[in-house]
T-cell receptor
Framework: GAGVSQTPSNKVTEKGKYVELRCDPISGHTALYWYRQSLGQGPEFLIYFQGTGAADDSGLPNDRFFAVRPEGSVSTLKIQRTERGDSAVYLC?????????????FGPGTRLTVL | KNEVEQSPQNLTAQEGEFITINCSYSVGISALHWLQQHPGGGIVSLFMLSSGKKKHGRLIATINIQEKHSSLHITASHPRDSAVYICAVRFADTGNQFYFGTGTSLTVIP
């Protein structure tokens, strides 16, 4: 596809359940970012991948959150024992390699609702 | 402390008006990003800049490194410009992550 895609677009789950959110970056983009956006707030950084490795995971709120990118393309954000406070839109972005001002291209987001 | 502040928080304008949205940040940056988010929609990148000025159509973005301030201008505003505009900065001392402002909600009335 031409842009960043994310699946599912909406996810409703119950408190305590496990969820996986998927991001397909633009082909050739080695940098991939996960953000979380709560209602009325700007996006909040979670984790950044360069290739297969997590170059910066300082934004993950706690150890219930984990993300992988095993082949350096698709990434999965995993949330264990979900809590109501995890409800938010989870955004993925990717960018071309190199350059400190590389533009990020955002996906449509996954809206997670924890009941 | 790394902070990003936007003003105004909400803005209503008549069609055709010139619009300015401001972004201030606390410490030195390596890049600043202006983004547009439509209600229920995804985020679209408008500009990425680290100095000077960029123009694309009716949109102009400027940055003043010394004053730690950036502005996004919209000339001849149109109802389709109605969206949330978000400023995001990459601070010079924090690697690759971006810090986002809370956004400016713009409504352009016909």
């Amino acid at each position: 596809g031409a842009g960043v895609s994310q699946t599912p677009s909406n996810k409703v789950t119950e408190k305590g359940k496990y969820v996986e959110l998927r991001c397909d970056p633009i082909s050739g983009h080695t940098a991939l970012y996960w953000y979380r956006q709560s209602l009325g707030q700007g996006p909040e950084f979670l984790i950044y991948f360069q290739g297969t490795g997590a170059a910066d995971d300082s934004g993950l709120p706690n150890d219930r959150f984990f993300a992988v990118r095993p082949e350096g393309s698709v990434s999965t954000l995993k949330i264990q024992r979900t809590e109501r406070g995890d409800s938010a839109v989870y955004l993925c972005a990717s960018s071309f390699p190199g350059g400190r001002t590389d533009t990020q291209y955002f996906g449509p987001g996954t809206r997670l609702t924890v009941l | 402390k790394n902070e990003v502040e936007q003003s105004p928080q909400n803005l209503t304008a008549q069609e055709g008006e010139f619009i300015t949205i401001n972004c201030s940040y606390s410490v030195g940056i390596s890049a600043l990003h202006w983004l547009q988010q439509h209600p229920g929609g995804g985020i679209v990148s408008l500009f990425m800049l680290s100095s000077g000025k960029k123009k694309h159509g009716r949109l102009i973005a400027t940055i003043n490194i010394q004053e730690k301030h950036s502005s996004l201008h919209i000339t001849a505003s149109h109802p389709r410009d109605s969206a949330v505009y978000i400023c995001a900065v990459r601070f010079a001392d924090t690697g690759n992550q971006f810090y986002f402002g809370t956004g400016t909600s713009l409504t352009v009335i016909p």
